[in-house]
């Protein structure tokens, strides 16, 4: 390999290989592209010395790997792609992945002894996928992680500590979470919510616009998702996917004590599974003609399904453009008889 210093891709991924020689990639002074297996032990000093490195794929062993790799790019020479995990053993990556994304993964017990800087300068500033999967992730991800405004996706998977996304105790002076696009929380035991309140504050304008997609799943301290007055900041949410989180009493927390109606214009997909003690998904009217498709299984506690059913020829009609309701068999039929709006939804229901 050491005659080869005029090579500009190397990709070690699909090999058997668990090591390279020491020295080897410093002789590679024109390589752009490095792709090493998960396992692999990467010499943190000799990829550091590969000015001309655009697209790097591997394992780092810890956050102060990752900030000496960071702080060694100068500002014109950032990486035009990258998949990077975290991590002092063997994880594989995600299971597909955009070759010309940015991600970085915080594998397991990369957090445990470590934690990020406030100022955020131990994180690539360009992130575009955001995972942590048993990193020891704690407390209020803001407040440990903070997240730079170009992360579009972020997955959060078996982290026992974590207890929220973000406090509403003070009011912001930037504005988190402006490009992010689809948010997954799963097995997150020790989750309260997305917030975390005493007396809710008003989120800086921006915040979650871009939100499409929030799924959460086995969380099992969870309540409520979010208060009434922060709904307007969810006017771009299209699939709202929550299941197995047995504490949830409330979708959407009427916190004005109001019972206002609440709007949902992008909405198309709502998906509520095994939430035995959620008794409403909003105290109003829930207005979203964009509404597609909506699973309700294992929710015989809900008193009633609050869409807006709008009037055609005089009548109550199923929303636009809603085509199927499913629901669960056995004693979810029994109980999606009972509601009030079964005989107006009934023609697009399944059960299944």
């Given at each position: 390999?050491?005659?080869?210093?005029?090579?500009?891709?190397?990709?070690?991924?699909?090999?058997?290989?668990?090591?390279?020689?020491?020295?080897?990639?410093?002789?590679?002074?024109?390589?752009?592209?490095?792709?090493?297996?998960?396992?692999?032990?990467?010499?943190?000093?000799?990829?550091?010395?590969?000015?001309?490195?655009?697209?790097?794929?591997?394992?780092?062993?810890?956050?102060?790997?990752?900030?000496?790799?960071?702080?060694?790019?100068?500002?014109?020479?950032?990486?035009l792609s990258y998949n990077i995990t975290l991590s002092s053993r063997e994880i594989y990556p995600p299971l597909q992945f955009n070759l010309q994304c940015k991600y970085l993964t915080f594998g397991e017990g990369s957090l445990v002894e470590s934690s990020l800087d406030t100022d955020g300068k131990m994180l690539p500033q360009d992130i575009e996928n955001l995972f942590f999967v048993r990193s020891g992730l704690r407390g209020c991800l803001l407040e440990e992680c903070p997240i730079p405004n170009s992360v579009r996706e972020c997955k959060i998977f078996e982290e026992?500590?974590?207890?929220?996304?973000?406090?509403?105790?003070?009011?912001?002076?930037?504005?988190?979470?402006?490009?992010?696009?689809?948010?997954?929380?799963?097995?997150?035991?020790?989750?309260?919510?997305?917030?975390?309140?005493?007396?809710?504050?008003?989120?800086?304008?921006?915040?979650?616009?871009?939100?499409?997609?929030?799924?959460?799943?086995?969380?099992?301290?969870?309540?409520?998702?979010?208060?009434?007055?922060?709904?307007?900041?969810?006017?771009?949410?299209?699939?709202?996917?929550?299941?197995?989180?047995?504490?949830?009493?409330?979708?959407?927390?009427?916190?004005?004590?109001?019972?206002?109606?609440?709007?949902?214009?992008?909405?198309?997909?709502?998906?509520?599974?095994?939430?035995?003690?959620?008794?409403?998904?909003?105290?109003?009217?829930?207005?979203?003609?964009?509404?597609?498709?909506?699973?309700?299984?294992?929710?015989?506690?809900?008193?009633?399904?609050?869409?807006?059913?709008?009037?055609?020829?005089?009548?109550?009609?199923?929303?636009?453009?809603?085509?199927?309701?499913?629901?669960?068999?056995?004693?979810?039929?029994?109980?999606?008889?009972?509601?009030?709006?079964?005989?107006?939804?009934?023609?697009?229901?399944?059960?299944?």
């Amino acid at each position: 390999m050491e005659s080869l210093t005029n090579l500009k891709s190397l990709s070690l991924s699909s090999g058997r290989l668990k090591m390279i020689p020491t020295g080897t990639l410093y002789t590679l002074t024109h390589l752009q592209q490095l792709k090493l297996p998960y396992d692999f032990e990467v010499p943190i000093e000799e990829v550091k010395a590969l000015k001309q490195l655009e697209v790097l794929h591997c394992r780092l062993n810890s956050v102060r790997d990752l900030n000496r790799l960071i702080n060694s790019r100068q500002s014109d020479k950032q990486f035009l792609s990258y998949n990077i995990t975290l991590s002092s053993r063997e994880i594989y990556p995600p299971l597909q992945f955009n070759l010309q994304c940015k991600y970085l993964t915080f594998g397991e017990g990369s957090l445990v002894e470590s934690s990020l800087d406030t100022d955020g300068k131990m994180l690539p500033q360009d992130i575009e996928n955001l995972f942590f999967v048993r990193s020891g992730l704690r407390g209020c991800l803001l407040e440990e992680c903070p997240i730079p405004n170009s992360v579009r996706e972020c997955k959060i998977f078996e982290e026992d500590k974590i207890e929220c996304i973000m406090r509403l105790e003070e009011e912001f002076s930037w504005v988190p979470f402006q490009s992010l696009e689809s948010l997954t929380l799963s097995g997150l035991p020790n989750l309260i919510g997305l917030f975390k309140w005493e007396a809710v504050v008003p989120l800086p304008p921006g915040t979650f616009s871009c939100l499409s997609e929030l799924s959460i799943y086995r969380c099992g301290k969870i309540k409520k998702l979010f208060p009434q007055s922060l709904v307007h900041n969810f006017r771009n949410l299209e699939l709202l996917f929550l299941e197995d989180c047995l504490q949830m009493e409330e979708i959407i927390e009427d916190d004005n004590n109001e019972g206002a109606d609440i709007t949902l214009p992008m909405l198309k997909k709502l998906t509520l599974r095994h939430l035995p003690q959620v008794k409403s998904i909003c105290k109003g009217k829930m207005i979203c003609d964009s509404i597609e498709e909506i699973h309700l299984r294992g929710t015989k506690n809900i008193k009633k399904l609050p869409l807006y059913l709008p009037f055609l020829h005089g009548q109550r009609s199923p929303p636009p453009r809603l085509r199927t309701i499913k629901i669960g068999a056995g004693g979810d039929k029994e109980w999606w008889e009972s509601l009030d709006a079964n005989n107006v939804l009934q023609p697009v229901v399944q059960y299944c």
